[in-house]
C-alpha cells in the first residue's frame, strides 16, 4: 500500500518531517510511506495559472496525490493555524480534487498544535477528504530533540506511531474493499 506523508514544515530539522521519517521507517515491508519533498517548491496559488497542464511542481503533486491510497499529514503551528506552505499546497488541489474522498490521518509533534489540527482538519473536511479520526496521533517531541531513528527506536513513541498507522491503513482496506468488491 502506497501512502504519501506530507510535513507541514519546511524546516531542515522539522520534528514533524522527523515524526513522518520514523513512521516510515515503522511500516510494514507491504507499505510504502512516500514524504513529499516539494512543499517549498510549488508556486503561490493563483486561479489564473491553474491550467491544463498546471505548473510542473503542482503537476507532481497531484500526481503523487493520485499515486496513493491516503495521505497522512504532520504539520507544526503557526499563528493558531498551519503554515501557509502547507494551506498553499491544499489550495492547489481543492479544484483539481485528488483528496475527495482521500483517507487522511493527522499525526503531530506536539500537543500543544491544536489550533493547526482545528485549521487543517477545517480544511480537509470542506475538501471532502475522508479524515480517519481513529488514526491521529500526537506524540510528544519537543524539548526531546529526537531524529527519526531516535523517534523508531522510543518504544512508546514508536507504538503510538505504529498504532496510528494500522489504524489508518485498516480504514484504506476497509474503503478499498467496498469500493473494489470481489465477485458475488
Do not use: C
Not at 33 to 50: V, Y
Not at 60 to 77: N, Y
Not at 124 to 138: C, F, H, K, N, P
Amino acid at each position: 500500500m502506497h501512502i504519501l506523508a506530507i510535513s507541514g514544515s519546511l524546516r531542515a530539522v522539522s520534528s514533524n518531517t522527523n515524526l513522518l521519517h520514523a513512521l516510515a521507517g515503522l511500516a510494514p515491508s507491504n507499505h510504502t510511506i512516500h514524504i513529499f519533498g516539494g512543499l517549498a517548491d510549488l508556486p503561490a496559488f493563483n486561479p489564473d495559472i491553474d491550467t491544463a497542464p498546471g505548473p510542473d511542481a503542482v503537476e507532481r503533486f497531484r500526481e503523487e496525490l493520485r499515486a496513493s491510497r491516503g495521505v497522512i499529514f504532520s504539520t507544526p503551528e503557526y499563528a493558531h493555524g498551519v503554515p501557509g506552505s502547507l494551506k498553499n499546497a491544499l489550495d492547489w488541489v481543492v479544484g483539481s480534487g485528488e483528496l475527495v474522498d482521500k483517507p487522511v490521518a493527522m499525526f503531530n509533534a506536539s500537543p500543544r498544535s491544536t489550533y493547526a489540527l482545528a485549521s487543517l482538519t477545517e480544511t480537509l473536511s470542506v475538501m471532502s477528504t475522508r479524515i480517519i479520526t481513529e488514526a491521529g496521533t500526537t506524540i510528544q517531541l519537543m524539548g526531546r530533540n529526537l531524529d527519526a531513528e531516535g523517534i523508531a527506536a522510543d518504544p512508546e513513541l514508536s507504538r503510538a506511531l505504529t498504532a496510528g498507522l494500522e489504524a489508518f491503513t485498516r480504514a484504506i482496506e476497509a474503503q478499498m474493499s467496498i469500493a473494489e468488491p470481489g465477485p458475488p
